[in-house]
């Protein structure tokens, strides 16, 4: 199987419990401003550390707020 840096990194999964799905439920409504953050610092640095794949996981993260606010605001 291929390492998924973006999607699925294996340095973010314990005992079959991804990092994010444990963030995720302890930060509840505090989630969107997580993952702006996240977005934020990867649009920054995307052109100085890793192009692309940084790209890539700003996309992720601004999905993953996208889903939460359809899915708790309507």
């Excluded at 419990?17 to 969107?32: D, K, V």
């Excluded at 995307?46 to 707020?65: F, H, P, R, S, T």
Aim: glycine share 6%; proline share 3%.
């Amino acid at each position: 199987m291929t390492q998924d840096n973006v999607n699925h990194p294996s340095h973010y999964n314990e005992a079959g419990i991804e990092c994010i799905e444990a963030i995720r439920a302890t930060l509840g409504s505090e989630f969107p401003a997580y993952c702006k953050g996240n977005v934020m610092k990867y649009l920054w640095r995307y052109q100085y550390k890793n192009g692309i794949e940084d790209l890539k996981k700003a996309q992720v993260y601004l999905n993953w707020m996208v889903e939460y606010l359809e899915q708790n605001e309507g």
